[in-house]
């Protein structure tokens, strides 16, 4: 039976994997899909873009970075 990926995450389960920025930091990318489905939304197009990345840190915590345009 194939587990079931997330559009965000991939086989990583959203509850696991905290943003690690802006307003929502420390959030769980689950909880953000289910209070602002729209910053989610937002998720999914930077990771379509390619200017998204999910890392394991020494705690091994999953943490969901976004990179910072400059040009802004």
Same mark, same amino acid.
């Given at each position: 039976?194939? %587990? !079931?990926?997330?559009? +965000? @995450?991939?086989? #990583? /389960? !959203?509850?696991?994997?905290? #943003?690690?920025?802006? /307003?929502? !930091?420390?959030?769980?990318?689950?909880?953000?899909?289910? @209070? *602002?489905? /729209?910053?989610?939304?937002?998720?999914?197009? %930077?990771? !379509? @873009?390619?200017?998204?990345?999910? *890392? *394991? @840190?020494?705690?091994?915590?999953? *943490? +969901?970075?976004?990179?910072?345009? +400059? +040009?802004?």
């Amino acid at each position: 039976m194939a %587990q !079931e990926q997330s559009p +965000l @995450t991939g086989i #990583i /389960e !959203e509850d696991k994997v905290v #943003i690690d920025f802006g /307003e929502f !930091e420390g959030k769980s990318v689950l909880e953000i899909a289910d @209070t *602002r489905p /729209e910053y989610y939304q937002f998720l999914i197009e %930077q990771k !379509e @873009t390619g200017n998204f990345s999910i *890392r *394991r @840190t020494k705690d091994k915590i999953y *943490r +969901l970075y976004v990179q910072q345009n +400059l +040009l802004n």
